[in-house]
């Protein structure tokens, strides 16, 4: 059994940051992709970005150039840094991972609300 746990969420104004955290434990062989995706009450879930194991991040067009992923292989964690926040970045936060190659944990969240 695997678990991921979010944290660092909360209100920042309009231009601010946040980082947020995620830590994965339990039966962990190999952790493989990770990532943050976001979700609106009422729409999909998004994809905000990913990291391979080796590093390799992706991010979605709108976060591009204000987001950073990072990841620590040794502690099982990942980082989302967040800059220039929008109001459109309110969302709650989701923590995904490809665990033991068979295993697609996800956190349970952690909100995030950019004032305007």
């Known amino acids: 059994q695997v678990q991921l746990v979010e944290s660092g969420g909360g209100l920042v104004q309009a231009g601010g940051s946040l980082r947020l955290s995620c830590a994965a434990s339990?039966?962990?062989?190999?952790?493989?992709?990770m990532g943050w995706h976001r979700q609106v009450p009422g729409k999909q879930r998004e994809l905000v970005a990913t990291i391979t194991r080796g590093g390799s991040t992706n991010y979605a067009e709108s976060v591009k150039g204000r987001f950073t992923i990072s990841r620590d292989n040794a502690k099982n964690t990942v980082a989302l840094q967040m800059d220039s926040l929008k109001p459109e970045d309110t969302a709650v936060y989701y923590c995904n991972a490809n665990i033991n190659w068979n295993i697609n944990a996800w956190g349970k969240g952690t909100l995030v609300t950019v004032s305007s």
């Open positions: 339990g039966s962990i062989f190999r952790i493989n992709t």
